[in-house]
């Protein structure tokens, strides 16, 4: 057991000199720890965000409106700049080394910026061809491979909007999702490889064309053998080598600071997904200060995060571009010939910046790795679910002792973290050491009052330039206020359960409309899951609480198991005396359930409100979007006896 909050990895004199946000600091002659820097950033948000257009010299026209105008949820950002994403993305020396691609299979492509730019002046053109001008939605049925990368910097840097989807998506899932932006192009694969098999898609993308009426044409990029000869789909058809057949010099148009760059979408778990659209300027400047001011990031550094095209993390991945470092790009699985291949992967491309999911870190471990070769490492990153304790303390004791662990949370809706690390701060086991610059991160009681050392909602009192400049299809901005606004006037309502320490430091506890309220004692569920995922013999897990306003309810753990174990009543005795001990006697479950598997959405987050629907009687249909979903065939497992 690892006490949560105990010290792990301080920073040395060195390590704090060199930091980039120690000389941005410098720029600023501002004195003082990072708290006065982040309080600054959250009291004056014009003269802040303005200082990141200039310390990184942001390629646009400034104009001359005012930075910041309105309250949230009607904020206006730099009304009078233009600029484009793209631009500032392929901004620099030609030679140096952009992007590393690696799948699976051990195919290997690189592009340095100039060879970068030449695909992108190349796809440009061949857009242009199609018809595809500023405003226009280009679609993107792709992995992450270099392929969607140019895509979609075409489509920026002619003011198109770009909205990806993975390959491993269901058609219903994509069509839910398209639909609603009516794409004009759209790039798809005709199969993809993952945990080594060949998956076709082209009847999927077929039937993905056929519900898209909007659609000008359709740009095949092969990936697999076809399995019936040509891969044909209704209206103009090309494959990527004539949509880049005409060399051409890339051209940037600068657009508005809020102009649509892409169109993001929540999960879609229980509903149509809602879709979420950024700015240029927005995602420009706060993934410039994410990545360098809290990654570290910057030229030299070779940036990788394991993540697929329909999650926010390519999004942030790609952002390495803005500051000039390499950015690394793998597609297939994580765990694929074995759980140490993205391991083996940083340590061959001499990655100093790792990215992934906190419950890879967790799989790690349970397999006893002791990854080698790590000597770049500088940073790891984990994000989509809380990090346990014994995570932070297995990196720390097995991975590399004088790496920077930081653990992130943030949404879709932002595309960045709220929370996360900055190498000024020291590492504790659990816990994130930060509210984010320019991240007016709070913690609300019911009442709505700000509290400090206690558990309650997060919420963001101060507007962020990320935050989504509409919701598609949404001209009175009902569904995007009523999706963040409705609790708090005024206030962004995120959703998580959140503590804020005496010293700036935060705990995210998951959910909170998936939380534990046990005879009035509200729990997060990451706490619960620490305890039991800790037994060798759990593999997997889900509580749900079926308690509902004013009621009492049942307290039901479901589990999957690892090889050759068994849910015996030694087992779920270890396991009532831990919950008892290390939470309370409140937080006992009534039941345990054996099940197959634990049901989770394509980026790999657990289902637990949907689950629970389904155990108060809603239809598993109703419940869940199965093409939404890693794993719909668990659902049914959850489904009460009668």
């Given at each position: 057991?690892?006490?949560?909050?105990?010290?792990?990895?301080?920073?040395?004199?060195?390590?704090?000199?060199?930091?980039?946000?120690?000389?941005?600091?410098?720029?600023?002659?501002?004195?003082?720890?990072?708290?006065?820097?982040?309080?600054?950033?959250?009291?004056?948000?014009?003269?802040?965000?303005?200082?990141?257009?200039?310390?990184?010299?942001?390629?646009?026209?400034?104009?001359?409106?005012?930075?910041?105008?309105?309250?949230?949820?009607?904020?206006?950002?730099?009304?009078?700049?233009?600029?484009?994403?793209?631009?500032?993305?392929?901004?620099?020396?030609?030679?140096?080394?952009?992007?590393?691609?690696?799948?699976?299979?051990?195919?290997?492509?690189?592009?340095?910026?100039?060879?970068?730019?030449?695909?992108?002046?190349?796809?440009?053109?061949?857009?242009?061809?199609?018809?595809?001008?500023?405003?226009?939605?280009?679609?993107?049925?792709?992995?992450?491979?270099?392929?969607?990368?140019?895509?979609?910097?075409?489509?920026?840097?002619?003011?198109?909007?770009?909205?990806?989807?993975?390959?491993?998506?269901?058609?219903?899932?994509?069509?839910?999702?398209?639909?609603?932006?009516?794409?004009?192009?759209?790039?798809?694969?005709?199969?993809?490889?993952?945990?080594?098999?060949?998956?076709?898609?082209?009847?999927?993308?077929?039937?993905?064309?056929?519900?898209?009426?909007?659609?000008?044409?359709?740009?095949?990029?092969?990936?697999?053998?076809?399995?019936?000869?040509?891969?044909?789909?209704?209206?103009?058809?090309?494959?990527?080598?004539?949509?880049?057949?005409?060399?051409?010099?890339?051209?940037?148009?600068?657009?508005?600071?809020?102009?649509?760059?892409?169109?993001?979408?929540?999960?879609?778990?229980?509903?149509?997904?809602?879709?979420?659209?950024?700015?240029?300027?927005?995602?420009?400047?706060?993934?410039?200060?994410?990545?360098?001011?809290?990654?570290?990031?910057?030229?030299?550094?070779?940036?990788?995060?394991?993540?697929?095209?329909?999650?926010?993390?390519?999004?942030?991945?790609?952002?390495?571009?803005?500051?000039?470092?390499?950015?690394?790009?793998?597609?297939?699985?994580?765990?694929?010939?074995?759980?140490?291949?993205?391991?083996?992967?940083?340590?061959?491309?001499?990655?100093?910046?790792?990215?992934?999911?906190?419950?890879?870190?967790?799989?790690?471990?349970?397999?006893?790795?002791?990854?080698?070769?790590?000597?770049?490492?500088?940073?790891?990153?984990?994000?989509?679910?809380?990090?346990?304790?014994?995570?932070?303390?297995?990196?720390?004791?097995?991975?590399?002792?004088?790496?920077?662990?930081?653990?992130?949370?943030?949404?879709?809706?932002?595309?960045?973290?709220?929370?996360?690390a900055t190498p000024l701060l020291p590492i504790r086991a659990g816990v994130i050491p930060c509210r984010c610059l320019g991240a007016r991160v709070e913690s609300f009681d019911a009442a709505g009052n700000p509290v400090v050392g206690e558990v309650g909602e997060l919420v963001v009192t101060t507007p962020m330039p990320s935050m989504p400049v509409m919701f598609w299809n949404d001209p009175s901005g009902d569904r995007y206020r009523e999706s963040?606004?409705?609790?708090?006037?005024?206030?962004?309502?995120?959703?998580?359960?959140?503590?804020?320490?005496?010293?700036?430091?935060?705990?995210?506890?998951?959910?909170?409309?998936?939380?534990?309220?046990?005879?009035?004692?509200?729990?997060?569920?990451?706490?619960?899951?620490?305890?039991?995922?800790?037994?060798?013999?759990?593999?997997?897990?889900?509580?749900?609480?079926?308690?509902?306003?004013?009621?009492?309810?049942?307290?039901?753990?479901?589990?999957?198991?690892?090889?050759?174990?068994?849910?015996?009543?030694?087992?779920?005795?270890?396991?009532?005396?831990?919950?008892?001990?290390?939470?309370?006697?409140?937080?006992?479950?009534?039941?345990?359930?054996?099940?197959?598997?634990?049901?989770?959405?394509?980026?790999?987050?657990?289902?637990?409100?949907?689950?629970?629907?389904?155990?108060?009687?809603?239809?598993?249909?109703?419940?869940?979007?199965?093409?939404?979903?890693?794993?719909?065939?668990?659902?049914?497992?959850?489904?009460?006896?009668?």
């Amino acid at each position: 057991m690892v006490e949560e909050g105990a010290l792990l990895w301080e920073p040395t004199a060195e390590v704090v000199r060199n930091a980039k946000i120690t000389r941005y600091a410098e720029w600023l002659s501002r004195k003082g720890d990072y708290q006065d820097i982040w309080q600054w950033s959250v009291e004056s948000p014009a003269e802040f965000w303005t200082s990141i257009w200039d310390y990184f010299a942001v390629v646009g026209d400034r104009g001359d409106g005012p930075v910041l105008s309105g309250t949230m949820p009607d904020v206006t950002w730099f009304e009078g700049t233009t600029l484009n994403y793209a631009e500032n993305a392929l901004r620099g020396d030609p030679d140096r080394l952009a992007v590393i691609f690696r799948d699976e299979s051990g195919n290997r492509r690189t592009y340095t910026l100039g060879e970068l730019r030449a695909e992108v002046g190349r796809v440009r053109a061949g857009l242009i061809r199609l018809g595809v001008g500023r405003g226009d939605r280009v679609a993107g049925y792709v992995p992450n491979i270099p392929e969607a990368l140019i895509a979609f910097l075409a489509t920026a840097s002619l003011g198109a909007i770009w909205s990806s989807c993975s390959p491993d998506f269901g058609a219903p899932s994509v069509i839910d999702r398209f639909t609603q932006i009516e794409p004009k192009v759209l790039i798809a694969v005709n199969g993809y490889r993952y945990n080594g098999k060949e998956f076709g898609r082209a009847d999927v993308v077929r039937d993905i064309a056929a519900k898209l009426p909007s659609l000008a044409a359709t740009v095949w990029i092969p990936s697999v053998p076809a399995a019936d000869g040509a891969d044909v789909v209704a209206g103009e058809e090309l494959d990527w080598e004539a949509l880049r057949a005409e060399a051409a010099e890339p051209a940037f148009d600068r657009v508005p600071f809020g102009h649509p760059l892409w169109v993001l979408y929540s999960s879609g778990t229980t509903g149509l997904p809602k879709p979420i659209v950024h700015g240029h300027g927005g995602i420009v400047l706060e993934h410039i200060k994410a990545l360098s001011f809290h990654q570290d990031l910057g030229e030299g550094d070779v940036f990788f995060w394991y993540t697929t095209t329909g999650w926010m993390m390519w999004n942030f991945l790609i952002g390495g571009l803005l500051v000039g470092a390499t950015v690394v790009l793998y597609d297939g699985s994580a765990a694929h010939p074995d759980t140490g291949a993205l391991w083996e992967l940083a340590a061959h491309e001499g990655v100093t910046y790792f990215g992934t999911g906190a419950p890879y870190i967790v799989a790690s471990m349970k397999a006893g790795l002791r990854p080698s070769g790590l000597e770049r490492l500088r940073g790891i990153g984990s994000t989509g679910s809380p990090l346990p304790p014994e995570g932070f303390a297995w990196v720390y004791a097995d991975v590399k002792p004088d790496v920077q662990l930081g653990s992130f949370s943030g949404g879709t809706d932002v595309c960045t973290g709220f929370v996360g690390a900055t190498p000024l701060l020291p590492i504790r086991a659990g816990v994130i050491p930060c509210r984010c610059l320019g991240a007016r991160v709070e913690s609300f009681d019911a009442a709505g009052n700000p509290v400090v050392g206690e558990v309650g909602e997060l919420v963001v009192t101060t507007p962020m330039p990320s935050m989504p400049v509409m919701f598609w299809n949404d001209p009175s901005g009902d569904r995007y206020r009523e999706s963040y606004f409705a609790d708090y006037p005024g206030v962004w309502r995120h959703g998580d359960w959140i503590k804020i320490l005496p010293d700036g430091g935060c705990v995210i506890y998951g959910r909170s409309d998936s939380t534990l309220n046990r005879g009035g004692v509200r729990m997060g569920t990451s706490e619960f899951y620490r305890v039991v995922e800790r037994f060798e013999e759990i593999e997997d897990s889900l509580v749900i609480d079926t308690g509902q306003l004013g009621q009492d309810g049942r307290l039901l753990l479901y589990v999957t198991l690892a090889a050759g174990a068994e849910l015996t009543e030694d087992l779920v005795a270890r396991l009532r005396g831990a919950l008892r001990t290390e939470l309370s006697p409140r937080h006992v479950p009534d039941e345990f359930h054996r099940v197959p598997g634990i049901p989770r959405t394509l980026s790999g987050k657990k289902l637990e409100v949907p689950v629970r629907k389904i155990l108060l009687g809603t239809p598993v249909e109703k419940a869940a979007n199965r093409d939404a979903m890693a794993n719909p065939e668990v659902l049914t497992h959850f489904v009460p006896k009668p």
